[in-house]
């Protein structure tokens, strides 16, 4: 469906929704994100950056939790 590709989807920046729900802190919807398969939690924006680096970055602890507790080792890239 179109929404597995916008969910996804980079601006000019490199970052996808989840990136943003991170720098906002908007815990509900970043929730949301971490519990959808089909989000890549991983992705890197321009400076490098992961929504997990974004977490930290911002103070968002209650997505730092949820991202150390359930998905600290959700590879998307398979890199081995």
């Not at 720098?23 to 400076?47: A, P, S, T, Y």
Request: proline letters at 2%.
């Amino acid at each position: 469906s179109i929404f597995d590709v916008l969910i996804n989807d980079k601006d000019f920046t490199f970052r996808t929704p989840f990136h943003y729900a991170c720098m906002n802190k908007n815990h509900q919807i970043g929730l949301l994100m971490l519990k959808d398969e089909r989000v890549l939690k991983n992705e890197i924006d321009f400076d490098g950056n992961s929504p997990f680096h974004i977490c930290c970055e911002k103070g968002n602890k209650e997505l730092i939790n949820e991202f150390l507790l359930n998905y600290v080792n959700d590879d998307d890239d398979d890199n081995s």
